[in-house]
């Protein structure tokens, strides 16, 4: 390519809003932004900013977004990632939910006015949307039971990644379990086909409705009906044979009787990580653990991040009735917790100690990572869910995943397609 190098030097530091503009400038254009060069490039001078949503997974029909994060220098965005969710299709939409969001991509239930239930996978910020057709297998008990939401709220979305893109997607179905078994059903966009998958569980187990997944990696997590634990399964790595494995919380020992908060977990920095507060010596700790090994042994699978005091300035400006909510995605030193009696957003970094409060009232504001802040009916989203987080409120329920992080791409990527049949 005969590329000045003043050309390459100013492409590779436009936002990629621009770039994916100046790949239709020409041939050599084109090349040059397509290249591995260009793409390393650019992804390690935009290596700590990108935008970011939180997403509600309820069974609430509010908004899909409720905090944005928009205003990053990666993509130069003047709007919130939720902006680009909207949806269209042919036919009149009843009921819309985002079930998954996996490296740039989201798996949605989309119900038709007629009823008819409908997957689709799609990039939202390009706006490339696939609709995935049903398994040819279900029954019409499947079908009815889905269209009442009995049945695939537990389903998930992972995908194969190759030098910061996405290659390949698959579509999970948890079409039964119980026991020590658990059937798969899966699409693959490498195939545009269904499969079934039997998969062993080493502890008996049963899912719950409305459960959400987790993806990393390529990997699903769903919590187990044993609240001391989660369940994962590698879709992509790994022999077909490979069962479920069964991960034990970091806290599921003498640290069970002293954690304030119902366990959840999030993910920040490419990790897994979960993150609750303790109240013992009239002391009141926040810890965070990675996920490092996916053994049940609670010492050797999780490395302990952060072992934090609470500062008494903080507690004395917001009280004590707030819950944890997720980790900054690319930052595991920022934690969001929402604030029950100022009904804000906190946002607390575990380095500096240093936190401040967001409320949805406010006009947009900056936040620790440089971006705009914005607010969508997280208010009504929090207050139908803060009961959830105590451990004493009816603790005979399930765990349940209320949160989940839309994060956009590092680099430009298109939806993977299935061959063409």
């Known amino acids: 390519m005969n590329i000045p190098e003043a050309t390459f030097v100013v492409l590779v530091r436009l936002p990629l809003k621009s770039i994916a503009r100046f790949r239709s400038v020409c041939k050599e254009w084109k090349d040059l ?8 490039h650019f992804m390690s001078l935009n290596s700590s900013s990108v935008s970011w949503s939180i997403i509600q997974t309820g069974p609430y029909k509010l908004t899909l977004e409720i905090v944005g994060h928009h205003g990053c220098k990666t993509w130069g965005l003047t709007r919130s990632p939720g902006y680009f969710m909207s949806f269209f299709v042919e036919t009149a939409i009843k009921k819309l939910q985002v079930l998954a969001c996996t490296d740039g991509l989201v798996l949605l239930y989309i119900e038709a006015a007629d009823e008819t239930p409908m997957y689709y996978v799609g990039n939202p910020l390009l706006q490339e949307w696939f609709q995935v057709l049903l398994p040819p297998f279900l029954s019409l008990e499947d079908f009815e039971r889905l269209r009442m939401q009995e049945r695939f709220n537990d389903c998930g979305l992972v995908t194969n990644m190759r030098s910061g893109i996405v290659v390949s997607y698959k579509v999970v179905l948890v079409m039964s379990h119980g026991g020590t078994k658990v059937d798969f059903a899966i699409y693959s966009s490498d195939t545009g086909k269904w499969e079934n998958r039997n998969v062993t569980c080493p502890l008996h187990h049963c899912w719950f409705s409305h459960r959400k997944s987790i993806a990393l990696n390529g990997i699903l997590h769903w919590f187990s009906n044993l609240n001391t634990s989660f369940m994962a399964y590698d879709f992509y790595g ?11 919380f970091p806290d599921s020992g003498k640290h069970d009787v002293l954690r304030r908060y119902r366990r959840t977990f999030t993910t920040s920095e490419g990790s897994i990580v979960y993150f609750n507060e303790y109240h013992e010596n009239e002391n009141r700790t926040l810890r965070v653990w990675r996920l490092v090994e996916y053994i049940d042994g609670p010492e050797e699978a999780w490395q302990l991040l952060w072992e934090v005091s609470l500062v008494n300035s903080m507690i004395e400006l ?15 030193e920022i934690i969001y917790m929402w604030c029950m009696e100022k009904k804000g957003m906190v946002l607390f970094n575990l380095r500096t100690l240093a936190f401040s409060l967001h409320k949805e009232n406010e006009d947009d504001s900056k936040c620790m990572d440089g971006c705009v802040l914005s607010f969508n009916w997280c208010s009504e989203y929090m207050e139908n869910i803060c009961g959830y987080f105590c451990p004493w409120f009816n603790s005979s329920s399930p765990n349940l995943l209320l949160f989940s992080q839309y994060v956009l791409p590092r680099w430009l990527h298109r939806l993977p397609r299935p061959p063409p049949t």
């Open 33 to 40: 932004i397509d290249s591995d060069l260009f793409r390393d």
């Open 238 to 248: 790994g022999n077909v044979d490979d069962g479920c494995r069964i991960i034990s």
């Open 318 to 332: 917001l009280g004590i009735d707030y819950f944890p909510v997720v980790m900054h995605p690319l930052n595991y």
